[in-house]
């Protein structure tokens, strides 16, 4: 058997990794600014993530979720204090697009309607009622045409309250940075006006924060640069650290009952340990405020460099945007520089995605690396 050939792949193979630092299968060393689409929050084999987690696995990997996990409500526990959303359920499922479709469910049966409003540029994920939430017909064709999504071009209020006031809508989906379109974001403005109409209309607001969330942005959350609560939040990504895993935050106004919503893996013992030890690292290294301000320091080393037009994004969640398309820059930085950057869908912007405990001397290397590149 071969496999389903549907990345394209740069020609290396990553065997080990520490902290920013990965090896490939030839004994080269790589830093990683990019990790693995903003997977990787604390570090490539934390010790603390994986001590918790070969602990876990000497115990259980694995039990249903028709018995009682006191991990998972540890895991709830602490993520809504860190979070500062303690009003907040937990229901745990694997990856970032399911924990979308299970909000868009949410939504519509809260709701006893189907249609969606998304913006521009979004990502949501691949699967049926996810993919219906991406605007790129080529490959993201909805499979499910119930699930009808208007795609809504961001910051264009007359559009919205006009979309939002049809009585259609079950939820409106967004991105507060977005990640695989290009670092665009709603203003302040707008993002309050969203969560004001969704209220005033019955729609429910969905906060995708699969990858901006986990302190990326400098808070725990992206949508919380803007003082407003939605009514679920989803999260994957760096939650987990590289440990297949996702979430939905439903406010309590949303009652559960059982059957509503469900998962053989979601919440099993393993990621629940290593959702734990991401956790426990974010706050025992104040991993947040470490984005915060290397963020801004990365922001200052970038607006040196004039072949930079503009610098996009928070925390660390960057992009670096020039005049010309970066793919041939992408592959210079790993094949001579040895350095993982990220691409967009907008073809001009480099993205930089490291884990957030980076410091300013791996910043330096990072510019280092660049300009070698550029000049
Ligand atoms: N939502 C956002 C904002 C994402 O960036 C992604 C993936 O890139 C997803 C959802 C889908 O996550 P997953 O690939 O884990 O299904």
Redesign the pocket.
Known sequence: MKLFDVYPLYDVTPVSAKGIEVWDDKGQKYLDFYGG?AVISIGHTHPHYVAKIKDQLDKMAFYSNSVQNPLQEELAEKLGKLSDCTDYDLFMCN????A?ENALKMASFHTGKAKVISFKNS?????SA?VATTDNPSINAPINQQQEVTFLPLNDFEAFEQAITSDAYCAVIL?AIQ??GGLDEPSTEFYQFIAQKCKENHVVLIA?E???GYGRSGKFFAFQHHNIQPDII?I??GMGNGFPV?GVLLHETFKPSYGLLGTTFGGNHLACAACLAVLDVVENEDLIANAASLGAYFKEKAAEIPEIKNIKGRGLMIGLEFDFEVAELRKKMIYDQHVFTGSAKNKKLLRFLPALNITKEHIDLFFEALKTVLR
Do not use: L, P
Request: aromatic share 4%; no cysteine.
């Open positions: 689409h990856s970032g697009a399911e979308n990502f949501h994920g691949r699967t996810a991105e990640g695989v995708d699969v990858q901006s989803t994957a990504k996702g």
